[in-house]
């Protein structure tokens, strides 16, 4: 995975998880607050209708109470007489009593005629429940509620239902009614309907709200990438561009130090020498003195040989280390200049790699070349140290200044340069300019040093 894909991933995945996250937890909640209030709703409606069936129960026990308590064990006039009543007492199309011995013979049956005088013990629902012999045990305990399935009057459908008997123990009866629950459920039915329904559309507007969130942060992380990409590959044309007329520039000096000077003094110190063997073919006296004068020229080109292959590559970098290579820099400088110079490496404990050496080092000859070039200064000081095991150089002029102010050509490359270089390491390069001078200050991360086992045998 490149940088941009990472880059991208990593500001989009959070969010996309945490949009996830936070949508399941909504549903999740929401889902369970639904199912806790559907049911308490549930079980509310059902004590309602525990609380109806009792009312009417005891209402039905209170028409048939004066005829029951003044009828004896075999009255059956008396019997009858309730039977009737009981009968009458209908209330709806679904609503009635019914009323069973305790043999399970029916003997009122408002809405299903056929089970009177049959019996009905062995009767079961579609769960397996005999709900006769069930009734009867309910009523014979003391009374009470059972729940189970029967037939719907009003729509000939087995539905739940909810009944509630009590015993006439004098006749051996039970005196029973009910209600059917299915309304009940299809109000709780519907309550669920809603409540998916709400649910869903709480998802719709999370999804509404968050594709376009991932979108937008999708689209910017996009375009900042290549705004970024951009940015980059027009740095690199203008440091590449850099890089091929600094060779340039370098070829041409080179050029012209070995045609204008080191070419010049060689064809000096030639003539020098034709002119002396002439003179020791005629035993000229002064043959010596021309002789000296094409060695003085000899040594002059020589030491400019040496010169250039000091700009190019310093030989005492690689020999004796970047204090040796800083401190001989800073000679040839003001040698050259006549700017008085100077360094303080007393500090400088850290142990570089090679590549880290050079890079301070070409830090430090950019910097001097945009102080003899620019800054019109006077004096230059250089200081080299460890801060913690890090390394830092700070060079400090007392110029002019100059304002950073991003435009282009061949100071701000410069920096640029030296930038790069510094980034290259993950170091930083810090600049203060001001009409008080300018000061550079490199900083070099512990990963550029060596690691401790090459630190020993370096040591």
């Given amino acids: ?20 996250a936070i949508t399941t937890f909504i549903t999740w909640q929401s889902a369970n607050l639904a199912k806790n209030s559907i049911d308490t709703f549930e079980q509310n409606m059902l004590k309602t209708k525990e609380a109806e069936i009792l009312n009417l129960t005891n209402l039905a026990l209170s028409a048939i109470q004066t005829i029951y308590d003044k009828g004896g064990a075999d009255d059956e006039a008396a019997k009858q007489q309730v039977a009737e009543i009981l009968t009458s007492l209908d209330y709806g199309k679904d609503g009635y009593f019914f009323v069973y011995d305790y043999a399970g013979n029916n003997i009122v049956h408002p809405r299903q005629s ?7 013990l062995d009767l079961t629902d579609p769960d397996g429940d005999k709900v006769i012999a069930e009734l009867i045990a309910t009523a014979k305990a003391g009374g009470g509620l059972h729940q189970y399935k029967w037939q719907k009057p009003s729509t000939g459908q087995i539905a739940d239902k909810l009944s509630f008997v009590v015993s006439l123990d004098k006749w051996n009866w039970v005196v029973g009614t009910g209600v059917y629950l299915d309304d009940v459920f299809a109000q709780s039915a519907a309550a669920n309907a809603v409540t998916r329904a709400n649910i869903r559309r709480t998802f719709v507007i999370v999804a509404l709200i968050a594709v376009p969130s991932v979108l937008v942060v999708f689209t910017t992380c996009m375009l900042l990438t290549f705004h ?9 044309k203008e440091l590449t561009q850099r890089v091929i007329d600094t060779q340039e520039e370098e070829r041409t000096r080179l050029a012209r130090e070995l045609h204008d000077g080191i070419s010049q003094t060689l064809l000096g110190v030639r003539y020098a020498m ?14 010596a003195v021309t002789i000296e004068r094409g060695v003085e ?24 280390g970047l204090t040796a290579a800083l401190e001989a820099l800073c000679h040839h400088f003001a040698e050259r200049t006549g700017i008085e110079t100077e360094i303080d490496a007393s500090g400088f404990t850290g142990m570089l790699k090679a590549e880290a050496n050079t890079a301070l080092y070409r830090v430090a000859q950019e910097a001097f070349n945009n102080v003899e070039r620019h800054a019109g200064a006077s004096r230059l000081t250089v200081k080299l140290w460890s801060d913690g095991g890090r390394a830092r150089m700070t060079i400090s002029d007392n110029g002019t200044g100059f304002a950073r102010d991003g435009a282009s050509g061949s100071s701000g490359l410069g920096l640029r340069n030296m930038q790069e270089r510094m980034a290259h390491f993950r170091g930083l390069l810090l600049i203060e300019s001001g009409e008080a001078g300018t000061t550079l200050t490199a900083m070099m991360p512990r990963s550029a040093n060596l690691p401790a086992g090459k630190q020993a045998e370096a040591a």
């Fill in 1 to 20: 995975m490149t940088l941009r894909h990472q880059i991208i991933a990593l500001a989009i995945v959070p969010l996309v998880i945490s949009i996830l």
């Fill in 274 to 287: 034709d002119l002396a063997g002439r003179k020791v073919r005629t035993n000229v006296d002064e043959a």
């Fill in 114 to 120: 056929f089970r009177h005088g049959h019996n009905w």
């Fill in 297 to 320: 020229a000899l040594n002059g080109a020589i030491k400019e040989i040496r010169l250039l292959s000091h700009d190019l590559r310093p030989r005492v970098l690689d020999d004796l």
């Fill in 228 to 236: 970024e990409r951009r940015m980059a590959d027009s740095r690199l």
